[in-house]
Every structure is written in C-alpha cells, then in structure tokens.
C-alpha cells in the first residue's frame, strides 16, 4: 500500500524542462498518480480545462519565454472550479528568496529542485491531505 501513496490522484505539472518531466512522471506514476503536463505555462488553464479533476497543480516558477509560475498562480486561482486545488511551486529559484515570495503568493508549498524521487511522491500525498510543505532540499540545509 505504501507504494501507492498517489493512487487515484491526478496531478498537473506545468514544467518546461524534458528531464524534469521524465522524473516527475516515474515517480509519480509509480505511486499511482495521473500526470498531466504543460510545457510552456502560456496554455495552462485551456489544458487545465480540458481535464475532468485534478487534486494537486505542481508549478515551476521561471518558465522559458518569460512566463512566470506567480502569472499561471494567479490564472488559475481567478477560476472558482481551482480556489481549493493546492498549488506546489517546484523550482530551482534560491528558497532563500523563493519561499516568502511563494508563502506570500498563496502556494500550499514549495520543493526544491533537484526534486529528491523517493521523497517527492511522500510530500505531495501531504500536501494533498491539507498539509504544507517549504523543502529546500537536503543541498540547502546547512
């Protein structure tokens, strides 16, 4: 049971990286999650849209092209269907200057990149049980 900490939970990444993509999507699918992803960030909320429930929106802050993971926060948080779907920002962003911005910003956490695979899956089942989680990453703590 423990493996399946995601099961029957769906969770949209909004991340423009291929690699970050590929680890989200094992570590996620393995426990069972449906993962749906947007690239770019600019077509979020159409794809967002397009999909029946989603418990969980994973987004990376700094996108290419300028787009902004705060810009897509506000996007889908000014849609009543998504004001209680938890927000996670996953960024590489120095947590230093992130985590207040992220905190002040509504986000339900914040996780650090490099992402850590085998406490990834555990982190978001939290935040999607109501908690919040600010992880920098075992690289940022001293």
Not at 28 to 52: K, M, Q
Request: glycine share 6%; net charge negative; hydrophobic share 50%.
């Amino acid at each position: 049971m423990s493996n399946m900490l995601l099961q029957n939970k769906r969770i949209f990444v909004v991340e423009d990286n291929l690699q970050n993509r590929i680890i989200f999507q094992m570590a996620l699918a393995r426990h069972g999650a449906t993962v749906d992803f947007e690239r770019w960030g600019r077509d979020a909320l159409t794809h967002l849209n397009n999909i029946t429930h989603v418990d969980l929106i994973l987004l990376d802050l700094m996108l290419a092209e300028g787009v902004s993971g705060f810009e897509i926060c506000d996007q889908i948080r000014a849609v009543p269907d998504y004001a209680n779907v938890p927000i996670v920002a996953v960024s590489a962003m120095d947590p230093a200057i992130a985590i207040p911005k992220v905190r002040n910003h509504g986000f339900a956490g914040f996780i650090g990149k490099p992402i850590e695979v085998t406490l990834f899956p555990k982190q978001l089942a939290s935040i999607i049980n109501g908690e919040s989680v600010w992880y920098a990453g075992e690289r940022n703590l001293s």
